[in-house]
């Protein structure tokens, strides 16, 4: 027999109050879901209505407002399961979009320390605006770009400042049978005769591939006639009568800083350790850059340090 689903509003902020609603009945649960992370007061709902004899094998639906709710980003549980779908009616901005894209996210080890090595995390549904969708998605990238600064870095215990692991520099990264190079440092003499071309070239959103190669045969043509202020390959495996430009990126004013990873670069760069931004897009003999329009300023450590990258400091990222 179908039956309706069980649906839990949450009202308010903080001090929420819950409220659910099924079979034509609505009634205040509070005194049901106290103490606890969201799921454990969920599991604890849950319990209390299989007491009653309720028939909770049904659809389950929790609705809420977009502030956080102060709940675990998880509302997952080994003894109900994970979240099917999460849907979201409008946008906000990428942080918070996020987050609510990331309640239908589990650690699954618990899942597997429970049910064995066999279990397999059920199909979930992300649902919402195409602004949504997409804030979503660079969150996860900003988080994966996070996670991977980490591994290829270690923390200063005197300052907090991140410096490169040099363990880091000692392993061999080989991705889609290409070697990582150690990134290039390119600096650019603003005033000279082609940086107008450049430049048109860098305002262009979305590159194609000719106008990626024009870019590049306009540096090759600098630094043969020694026009580049800087140009130090410390591989010295970079051919450019070999080497295809696949992404581009431009910083300028207005950009979210923290998704540019200019000290990133610099670092490995400094102690000659294997960088690349893209490791899964990049073939070998294929490269990638990452120009700055605009004076380059990140913040970190809680606002107490500054990275600055100059206009006319860029970076090259490639394969060999």
Same mark, same amino acid.
């Given at each position: 027999?179908?039956?309706?689903?069980?649906?839990?509003?949450?009202?308010?902020?903080?001090?929420?109050?819950?409220?659910?609603?099924?079979?034509?009945?609505?009634? &205040?649960?509070?005194?049901?879901?106290?103490?606890?992370?969201?799921?454990?007061?969920?599991?604890?709902?849950?319990?209390?209505?299989?007491?009653?004899?309720?028939?909770?094998?049904?659809?389950?639906?929790?609705?809420? @407002?977009?502030?956080?709710?102060?709940?675990?980003?998880? =509302?997952?549980?080994?003894? #109900?399961?994970?979240?099917?779908?999460?849907?979201? &009616?409008?946008?906000?901005?990428?942080?918070?979009?996020?987050?609510?894209?990331?309640?239908?996210?589990?650690?699954?080890?618990? =899942?597997?320390?429970?049910?064995?090595?066999?279990?397999?995390?059920?199909?979930?549904?992300?649902?919402?605006?195409?602004?949504?969708?997409?804030?979503?998605?660079?969150?996860?990238?900003?988080?994966?770009?996070?996670?991977?600064?980490?591994?290829? &870095?270690?923390?200063? +215990?005197?300052?907090?400042?991140?410096?490169?692991?040099?363990? #880091?520099? +000692?392993?061999?990264?080989?991705?889609?049978?290409?070697?990582?190079?150690?990134?290039?440092?390119?600096?650019?003499?603003?005033?000279?005769?082609?940086?107008?071309?450049?430049?048109?070239?860098?305002?262009?959103?979305?590159?194609?591939?000719?106008?990626?190669?024009?870019?590049?045969?306009?540096? !090759?043509?600098?630094?043969?006639?020694?026009?580049? #202020?800087? =140009?130090?390959? !410390?591989?010295?495996?970079?051919?450019?009568?070999?080497?295809?430009?696949?992404? =581009?990126?431009?910083?300028?004013?207005?950009?979210?800083?923290?998704?540019?990873?200019?000290?990133?670069?610099? @670092?490995?760069?400094? +102690?000659?350790?294997?960088?690349?931004?893209?490791?899964?897009?990049?073939?070998?003999?294929? &490269?990638?850059?990452?120009?700055?329009?605009?004076?380059?300023?990140? !913040?970190?450590?809680?606002?107490?340090?500054?990275?600055?990258?100059?206009? @006319?400091?860029?970076?090259?990222?490639?394969?060999?």
């Amino acid at each position: 027999m179908d039956l309706n689903p069980i649906v839990l509003a949450i009202y308010g902020n903080e001090g929420n109050k819950y409220h659910l609603l099924f079979d034509g009945k609505e009634m &205040c649960v509070d005194n049901i879901m106290v103490n606890g992370e969201f799921n454990e007061k969920l599991l604890k709902l849950k319990t209390h209505l299989e007491n009653k004899k309720v028939d909770t094998k049904r659809p389950f639906i929790i609705i809420g @407002n977009y502030n956080p709710c102060g709940e675990s980003i998880s =509302f997952a549980h080994t003894d #109900y399961g994970t979240v099917r779908a999460v849907l979201a &009616c409008t946008s906000q901005e990428v942080d918070k979009d996020y987050q609510v894209g990331c309640r239908g996210n589990a650690v699954d080890n618990h =899942f597997v320390k429970k049910f064995g090595s066999e279990w397999k995390f059920p199909e979930k549904f992300l649902v919402g605006t195409k602004e949504f969708i997409e804030n979503v998605m660079e969150g996860e990238l900003q988080n994966d770009n996070q996670v991977d600064d980490y591994l290829a &870095c270690e923390g200063d +215990q005197s300052d907090k400042e991140i410096q490169i692991n040099l363990d #880091y520099r +000692q392993r061999e990264e080989e991705f889609n049978n290409g070697t990582v190079a150690t990134p290039i440092k390119l600096v650019i003499i603003d005033d000279c005769s082609k940086f107008s071309e450049l430049s048109a070239i860098m305002n262009i959103q979305k590159k194609t591939t000719e106008q990626k190669n024009d870019f590049m045969k306009i540096l !090759k043509e600098m630094y043969d006639n020694d026009e580049l #202020y800087e =140009f130090t390959d !410390k591989t010295g495996k970079f051919d450019w009568s070999n080497q295809s430009l696949i992404q =581009f990126r431009r910083y300028q004013e207005g950009y979210k800083a923290e998704t540019y990873r200019f000290k990133n670069y610099q @670092n490995h760069h400094e +102690q000659n350790a294997k960088y690349i931004n893209n490791k899964s897009k990049i073939k070998p003999n294929q &490269c990638e850059i990452l120009t700055c329009k605009d004076h380059y300023k990140l !913040k970190y450590n809680n606002g107490t340090k500054t990275y600055n990258n100059l206009k @006319n400091t860029w970076w090259i990222g490639y394969k060999y």
